[in-house]
């Protein structure tokens, strides 16, 4: 498979977690923890059965995942995140309550998209709040790229829901840009989105945002190709 080149949308930080995480993390790890392979693994494998597949990229704290996985337990999450201290909060959530609906990647999305994840097999993919890299120089570090949503596109059924949100106008008007362009996607009406919209619930960088005066764009597109 022709792998795309990509410029890391994300600085890793290496922070040594104190002991007491350490430890949740390692045990958690070979419950929830997936590992980048060379070729795709398939959903039944993961979970033990054949159901919908929400993907979460970059899910901070797992505010998102602690809050629909219980919701929804007849779907399954798989969430990515490179920084290992909101993986290490949604373990220490998880050991409280434990969910068998949650999988993780500690690894760069674009690597687990083109690696790990079969084709046709996301029904809905979830990016909230990526890092807007404000700066114009930074800009090519934005997720959100042509090639990027080309890659989400092959991942994803037929009908299958991209939700984007952030807080940054800009980032917004790029998205809604670079989808428009994809004649793959569609956005969905306002009517569609409303269901989805009342599923999404404030994350900590959403409420950063807040506090600084910024608008809330949620944006979702549908796959109708």
């Known amino acids: 498979m022709h792998k795309i080149k990509h410029i890391r949308s994300f600085v890793k930080r290496h922070r040594h977690l104190p002991p007491n995480k350490q430890q949740i993390f390692d045990e958690a790890w070979k419950i929830y923890g997936l590992e980048v392979t060379p070729t795709p693994i398939s959903t039944p494998k993961i979970f033990n059965r054949n159901t919908s597949l929400v993907l979460e990229i970059g899910f901070g704290m797992g505010t998102t995942l602690l809050h629909a996985a219980p919701k929804h337990p007849e779907q399954d999450f798989i969430g990515i995140e490179v920084h290992q201290p909101g993986i290490a909060n949604l373990f220490a959530q998880l050991k409280i309550q434990p969910l068998n609906n949650i999988r993780v990647y500690n690894a760069d999305a674009v690597i687990v998209l083109q690696q790990c994840i079969p084709d046709t097999s996301l029904d809905k993919v979830l990016i909230f709040f990526p890092d807007p890299w404000p700066k114009k120089r930074h800009h090519k570090r934005r997720l959100i790229q042509p090639k990027f949503i ?34 793959a996607f569609t956005a969905l009406t306002d009517q569609e989105a409303a269901s989805l919209l009342s599923e999404r619930i404030p994350t900590k960088f959403e409420q950063r945002g807040k506090k600084q005066g910024h608008k809330i764009f949620d944006l979702l597109f549908v796959k109708i190709h």
Do not use: C, F, R, S
């Open 150 to 183: 080309e890659l989400l596109h092959k991942k994803l059924k037929p009908q299958g829901i991209l939700h984007i949100a952030t807080d940054w106008e800009d980032y917004a008007n790029l998205t809604v840009t670079v989808l428009t362009n994809n004649p």
